[in-house]
């Protein structure tokens, strides 16, 4: 079984509220491995640490973001990738297309919720010390954008696992 982080849009808070039954989550996309660059950018604005949706944990192992400055933020990413030489721009234009039919497919909510507590089971640290350090990441969005340009610059071949765009499903492991 691959680990993975998991990717859902919600209308609560976690940390106002547990989840309830009826309380509408849709799915986003999983990523086997890690957590790609796509979610960071979803989960950057005003992220904060929150109760899990999926698993019963005493601390904060998931991570909320705004949902709509969230997108935003991560089609204007898609339009800087058009004036980078690393992407092909009609195949850019494919995966602007691809991603933009999938959200608006998806009804808006308040929230993207990040879960990655099958990852933190890989690492032997507490699940709270890598959850900070993940917040820690998107709360220098900017600075992981630039080492993504770094290492597709150089690994290009791996470039696009960096990205994970063309991976956005509303089936999941765990569909809520």
Do not use: H
Request: glycine share 6%; hydrophobic share 35%; charged share 30%.
């Amino acid at each position: 079984m691959a680990n993975r982080s998991y990717l859902y849009a919600v209308n609560f808070d976690p940390t106002e509220r547990k989840r309830e039954d009826g309380d509408p989550a849709a799915s986003i996309g999983e990523w086997n491995y890690g957590v790609p660059l796509c979610f960071k950018l979803l989960l950057s604005v005003n992220p904060r640490e929150v109760s899990s949706i999926l698993f019963d944990y005493k601390d904060p192992i998931a991570v909320i973001g705004e949902y709509r400055p969230g997108l935003e933020r991560m089609y204007a990413f898609i339009e800087e990738l058009k004036t980078r030489d690393l992407y092909d721009t009609a195949e850019l234009e494919r995966l602007l297309a691809e991603t933009r039919k999938f959200f608006a497919g998806i009804p808006e909510e308040r929230y993207f919720v990040l879960e990655c507590g099958e990852l933190y089971q890989m690492e032997d640290r507490d699940f709270g010390e890598q959850n900070r350090d993940l917040l820690k990441q998107l709360g220098n969005i900017d600075g992981e954008i630039e080492q993504f340009y770094r290492d597709a610059a150089e690994q290009p071949k791996d470039r696009d696992w960096l990205l994970g765009f063309g991976e956005w499903s509303d089936v999941l492991y765990y569909s809520l």
